[in-house]
């Protein structure tokens, strides 16, 4: 069956310091990815996605992914965390119908 | 470009009362889906609407929820009756064209929170 997997429910990350999601796929084809964030009392927002192409993604906000096939992994990236990206994050994967299949989802706690 | 819209943004209904969340999907939108987060759980998926036809309905709980897509424009999800465990946050989502076709997205609402009593 297909799945998405975000193995860190939660993390703590100091405010300066880089951050990494990690997300892992199981998907027959090249699967069409996504991460998306949600903030306290917002909506899911988009940040990134990969279709094809060149293998590492730049999103909004200053996030990229990179798409690993051997890995089977999509893992979310950012150099340099602000107090502002407190937040949850999703990891998602399209099937052919345009229905999304979610990770559990990363609670991002940034510390002063 | 106005975006998703779902209303109302909380509800607060009591075990056995009815329940409608109503979904305007980006104008022009073919594809609208509808997603649910129970507290603690994943967000699921629920059904998909290809213009006002159901595509895809295999999310739905049971036959307390009922969806409709009146002219392929707004869509509202119906719970009767409400029972406890429905109680969570329900996402609205459209996307222009499917993955099949090309390069696209979802685009969701802000969520209705639903909390039953």
């Known amino acids: 069956a297909q799945s998405v997997t975000q193995p860190d429910i939660h993390i703590t990350v100091s405010e300066g310091a880089s951050l990494e999601l990690r997300c892992n796929y199981s998907?027959?084809?090249?699967?069409?990815l996504f991460w998306y964030v949600q903030s306290p009392g917002q909506g899911l927002q988009l940040l990134l996605k990969y279709f094809s192409g060149d293998t590492l993604v730049q999103g909004i906000k200053g996030f990229e992914a990179e798409f690993k096939r051997s890995q089977s992994s999509f893992n979310l990236r950012k150099p340099s965390v602000h107090w502002s990206d407190a937040a949850e994050y999703f990891c998602?994967?399209?099937?052919?119908?345009?229905?999304?299949?979610f990770g559990a989802g990363t609670q991002v706690v940034v510390t002063p | 470009e106005a975006g998703v819209t779902q209303f109302p943004s909380h509800s607060v209904i009591e075990k056995g009362q009815t329940v409608t969340l109503r979904c305007d999907p980006i104008?022009?939108?073919?594809?609208l889906y509808w997603y649910r987060r129970v507290m603690g759980k994943e967000i699921k998926f629920l059904l998909h609407f290809v213009k006002e036809s159901k595509q895809d309905e295999s999310g739905m709980p049971n036959n307390r929820f009922l969806a409709e897509r009146t002219g392929g424009t707004y869509s509202t999800l119906k719970v009767q009756p409400a029972e406890l465990e429905d109680s969570g946050v329900y996402f609205c989502a459209s996307s222009p064209r499917l993955p099949r076709t090309g390069n696209t997205e979802a685009f969701f609402g802000q969520g209705t929170r639903l909390t039953v009593v």
């Open positions: 998602a994967a399209f099937d052919s119908w345009g229905k999304l299949q």
């Open positions: 998907y027959g084809a090249t699967p069409y």
């Open positions: 104008s022009g939108h073919d594809n």
